[in-house]
């Protein structure tokens, strides 16, 4: 089976950085569109990064121009780094492979990220 194993998260101030890591197994980690989500307690998980299998990559607008999502093939890893954090960026964020705009696999645990003074 497919497994998806988010890190990095933890506790940071307001303007702070935090660089989060997916590592996939079990599939053909390079043919997968993939993507971050996060989830904050009471509300709807939401995508927020995407990434093609080619690279191209895309962001819901209040996380464009801070967050970064980028892949490294070689290592079937999915990486989102995260600047400028605001205390609304504290959520569980997770990965999971993008197939025709539906989550591909089975969630794995995520990662808290909490932005707070």
């Known amino acids: 089976q497919v497994q998806l194993v988010e890190s990095g998260g933890g506790l940071v101030q307001p303007g702070g950085s935090l660089r989060l890591s997916c590592a996939v197994s079990g599939t053909i980690f390079s043919s997968h569109a993939m993507g971050w989500y996060r989830q904050a307690p009471g509300k709807q998980r939401e995508l927020v990064a995407r990434i093609s299998s080619l690279g191209s990559t895309n962001y819901e607008d209040s996380v464009k121009g801070r967050f970064t999502i980028s892949r490294d093939n070689a290592k079937n890893t999915v990486y989102l780094q995260m600047n400028s954090l605001k205390p609304e960026d504290t959520a569980v964020y997770f990965c999971?492979?993008?197939?025709?705009?539906?989550?591909?696999?089975?969630w794995g645990q995520g990662t808290q990220v909490t932005v707070s003074s």
């Open positions: 999971n492979g993008l197939m025709y705009d539906r989550t591909a696999f089975v």
